[in-house]
């Protein structure tokens, strides 16, 4: 059997046969089977837009070329007696949990939510009647913060192109969409996350693992260099190796472990808004028409670096998707983005955000606790601003030129905004890159400022990092690990459960 890798352009909307014709044409070939090795959308040129397809073929007519067939690491199985608590289900926690695993460890993931089955109904009692479940909403439960969002599974992080390649192949064996493995932009939505989050977690138990599901971790009890025991839910649980997966939404895990004396430092984060648009704007913008036959909804992403220095820039969009109260604790508002798979809602939306360090915000020399303190000051003030889950919101026109917006309508977000002048509730420094963010915006995506921006974005990334060596494991501890986005040194889907991969795989090589 011989390989050839092609490159194809086709239209937008093409059939598998379009495909075959032009292989057959290319290669003079009428036996043969394909595999789509990647998948990206060309809208360079509005009048030219089209796929960009690379293809493998095989054929036993072809000759040439092994198979380019990307590797998988290894995962070296062997009888272990070694134990593994994992605490929080997430992304970076699940796949640490998971590789471990199959290298023979025995883990229990300890999860302070519910099964994701139950967490969906609690985030439906949220969105339907503002009941808000301290351990079951768009922060935590089975599965992490990302399980109820647009499910997109790109990362900017460098040196994870394996780790990204096997956690992709485990959400395929888990249901997901085979696309996911060639997409340039790959995306599940949370409508897919969700069976994928309990096809996992059927696999995780099937080889024998532990869910401790309404188990939350306390406290951690430290002896000569390494953690004798953690309490959850007053018990007192023991491990050969711990390690904290809680995400940047734990403030009080974070406190207990700084109380414990967990070195944890402040760095660059980004805060603001998220903005909202019809997508068939959006569509008209990037394409020059409001739907593309074959594609599901045009994307965009922004950036600018303000005269004052501060990087502005638009992250995490959800292109036919909808702005959702993610606060992980009640009295609070933070608002982020979800959508389904088919991205068919009649509006997209993305963090509108402002980078900044700690410092500037609290204008001195500050610490983790201190930053987490503000945070949470913070988000209370925008709950406070309704007493309700009702955000304020402002057109981003207004937000430029320091106005009220008269009537705003609520797009998308099902609690509901109220008009106010957003511009006044976040830090100046922060407001004033996002209005001069904003006309650049304007600039580059034609009509940009007639979005409208809505309450407060928080929670893009962390102001806090770990202490923490190559391998995931905190300085002073022998058996203490920290890992994505809550460690700070991941962000985003792929990246926090590559995090995860990373530091299962250097536990695995070192015993
Ligand atoms: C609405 C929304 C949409 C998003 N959209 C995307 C997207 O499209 N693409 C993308 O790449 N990223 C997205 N993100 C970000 C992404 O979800 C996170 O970066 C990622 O989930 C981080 O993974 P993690 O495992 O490090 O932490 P998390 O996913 O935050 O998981 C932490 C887990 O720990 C549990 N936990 C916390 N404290 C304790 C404790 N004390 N005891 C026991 N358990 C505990 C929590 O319940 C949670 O399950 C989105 C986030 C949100 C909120």
């Not at 949370?190 to 696999?203: A, E, F, S």
């Amino acid at each position: 059997m011989g390989y050839k890798v092609l490159q194809l352009k086709l239209p937008t909307y093409y059939s598998d046969d379009d495909i075959r014709l032009l292989i057959g044409k290319k290669l003079g070939l009428s036996d043969f089977s394909y595999q789509i090795a990647k998948k990206g959308l060309d809208a360079r040129k509005k009048k030219d837009i089209h796929w960009l397809i690379s293809i493998v073929v095989s054929s036993d007519k072809l000759s040439t070329d092994e198979y380019p067939e990307p590797k998988l690491f290894p995962i070296p199985y062997k009888k272990r007696d070694k134990t593994v608590i994992v605490i929080g289900s997430g992304p970076a926690g699940f796949f640490t949990a998971q590789v471990l695993q199959l290298a023979g460890f025995k883990v229990t993931i300890v999860e302070r939510g519910s099964e994701v089955e139950q967490r969906s109904l609690a985030i439906q009692r949220l969105e339907e009647r503002g009941e808000f479940s301290p351990q079951n909403n768009y922060a935590f439960g089975e599965g992490g913060a990302g399980t109820f969002s647009d499910g997109k599974l790109t990362s900017r992080s460098k040196h994870i192109s394996s780790e990204r390649l096997y956690i992709l192949s485990e959400y395929v064996k888990a249901g997901a969409p085979k696309e996911i493995s060639y997409m340039s932009h790959p995306h599940v939505g949370t409508d897919i996350l969700k069976v994928v989050v309990t096809n996992l977690r059927q696999m995780f138990l099937k080889n024998g693992g532990v869910f401790l599901f309404n188990t939350m971790l306390e406290d951690v009890l430290i002896k000569n260099n390494r953690v004798e025991k953690v309490v959850c839910n007053n018990a007192e649980l023991q491990a050969d190796y711990i390690i904290l997966a809680t995400g940047h939404s734990a403030y009080e895990t974070y406190r207990m472990l700084i109380r414990r004396g967990i070195q944890i430092g402040t760095k660059n984060f980004a805060i603001g808004h998220r903005i909202e648009h019809k997508q068939r704007f959006i569509n008209m913008a990037q394409w020059g028409k409001e739907s593309l036959p074959g594609v599901k909804a045009a994307e965009y992403r922004l950036n600018t670096t303000t005269s004052s220095g501060l990087p502005v820039y638009t992250f995490c969009m959800c292109p036919g998707g909808y702005v959702v109260p993610a606060s992980a604790y009640p009295e609070k508002s933070v608002v982020n983005g979800m959508s389904y798979f088919m991205r068919d809602g009649i509006f997209s939306n993305a963090a509108c955000v402002a980078g900044v360090h700690p410092d500037m915000l609290l204008g001195h020399t500050s610490t983790s606790s201190e930053i987490l303190d503000w945070m949470d000051k913070l988000e209370g003030q925008f709950y406070n601003f309704s007493n309700n889950l009702v955000i304020p919101a402002v057109r981003a026109i207004d937000y430029i030129n320091r106005s009220e917006s008269n009537e705003i309508s609520s797009g998308s977000y099902r609690p509901g905004v109220k008009p106010a002048p957003l511009y006044n509730m976040i830090p100046k420094i922060v407001s004033s890159a996002l209005s001069e963010g904003l006309t650049n915006f304007s600039n580059k995506l034609k009509g940009f400022e007639l979005g409208v921006m809505m309450g407060l974005e928080s929670k893009t990334s962390s102001p806090v990092q770990v202490a923490r060596e190559k391998t995931g494991r905190c300085p002073g501890f022998d058996n203490l690990y920290f890992v994505g986005e809550g460690s700070g040194f991941a962000g985003g889907i792929i990246s926090s459960a590559s995090d995860g991969v990373k530091c299962a795989i250097s536990i695995i090589n070192s015993c």
